[in-house]
């Protein structure tokens, strides 16, 4: 079984940082695309920003040149190191992972429980 397990998120004020992390577990080989989704109270979940095994990178408009994905293949991890946050950040970060290969099974997508930052304004 594999699990995602978030941590990271909290309050913070606008223009602070915060670095969400999320770990894999599982008897894990290798995950192809790990990504940060979130959703905001009334609205639907977006994508923030995904990396590949290879470390290619893609960001939502809105948050481009202020976060930065990246990832620990080795330890099935994958960071979001959140600047300059507005309080239109505010929302339930969700960690994802597409493309997870166990020794025992392959995983089409799972699914993170989800961690809240709140930036205050």
Do not use: H
């Amino acid at each position: 079984q594999v699990q995602l397990v978030e941590s990271g998120g909290g309050l913070v004020q606008a223009g602070g940082s915060l670095r969400l992390a999320c770990a894999a577990s599982g008897s894990i080989f290798s995950i192809s695309v790990m990504g940060w989704y979130r959703q905001a109270p009334g609205k639907q979940r977006e994508l923030v920003a995904a990396i590949t095994s290879g470390g290619s990178t893609n960001y939502a408009d809105s948050v481009k040149g202020r976060f930065t994905i990246s990832r620990d293949n080795a330890k099935n991890t994958v960071y979001l190191q959140m600047n300059s946050l507005k309080p239109e950040d505010t929302a339930v970060y969700y960690c994802n992972a597409n493309g997870i290969y166990t020794f025992v099974r392959t995983y089409l997508e799972v699914w993170g429980q989800g961690t809240l930052v709140t930036v205050s304004s």
